[in-house]
């Protein structure tokens, strides 16, 4: 029995020492491919965990000159989608260039280093994460049929009623400005705040159901 037990404990360890490994490659291989977007990292995600108090007004007004403009000049959709394809291209050809010079590659520091690896080793977390739901998600679809389905049935109605709801752009514009405030408010404890204001509030609420039984 104690042989069985130190046996799937060395395999659990093993496991673990796996995954970290396999972790740490697919960083440093992040990092590789990163290199050179690294400055521009690092100033997005200054500005994502708000450092400076201006950061969240300058994030939202960005946002909403840029969804003004796209609802100024109402482009289709071939155009739009045609032209954030080319300014990622002319981003993927110029910031390599232009970063050195703009941030200067001289002050690269070993902070400077270690937060890089910190935000690339957060990507790859994120990366599993999504990864690790299909696969919960195509194994539910295997084991309960009927549960799968019904959930995503209803999810896409959901969605879909959503969408009929509200135009298009607002939806997208509240997306994307909700997207880009969450480093800072869960940096700055705003989400955890209204989370256990909202579980208080919950607790009451099955409390006084309890007592309305009783």
């Known amino acids: 029995m104690v042989e069985g037990d130190n046996k799937s404990?060395?395999?659990l360890v093993c496991t673990k020492m796996t995954l970290l490994q396999s972790k740490a490659q697919e960083t440093a291989q992040l990092e590789e491919q990163l290199q050179a977007w690294g400055e521009v990292i690092l100033a997005g995600d200054r500005v994502l965990h708000w450092e400076k108090p201006w950061f969240p007004g300058a994030l939202v007004g960005a946002t909403t000159a840029l969804f003004l403009l796209i609802?100024?000049?109402?482009?289709?959709?071939?155009?739009?989608?045609s032209s954030a394809v080319m300014m990622l291209c002319l981003a993927d050809y110029?910031?390599?260039?232009l970063a050195p010079k703009v941030f200067g590659s001289n002050k690269w520091t070993t902070e400077q280093q270690q937060?890089?690896?910190e935000i690339c080793?957060?990507?790859v977390k994120t990366q599993r994460r999504v990864l690790g739901w299909s696969r919960r998600l195509c194994t539910l679809k295997e084991e309960k049929p009927k549960m799968y389905f019904t959930s995503v049935i209803s999810g896409l109605l959901a969605v879909a009623w959503i969408g009929q709801q509200v135009h298009n752009l607002l939806l997208t514009y509240l997306i994307v400005s909700l997207m880009l405030l969450l480093p800072g408010l869960n940096q700055h404890g705003v989400l955890s705040k209204y989370a256990a204001m909202a579980k208080r509030e919950i607790n009451k609420l099955i409390k006084n159901k309890e007592k309305k039984n009783e």
């Open 9 to 11: 404990a060395n395999m």
């Open 115 to 117: 937060r890089f690896h």
């Open 71 to 81: 609802y100024y000049l109402d482009p289709s959709v071939l155009t739009g989608v």
């Open 94 to 97: 110029l910031v390599p260039k």
């Open 121 to 123: 080793g957060n990507m």
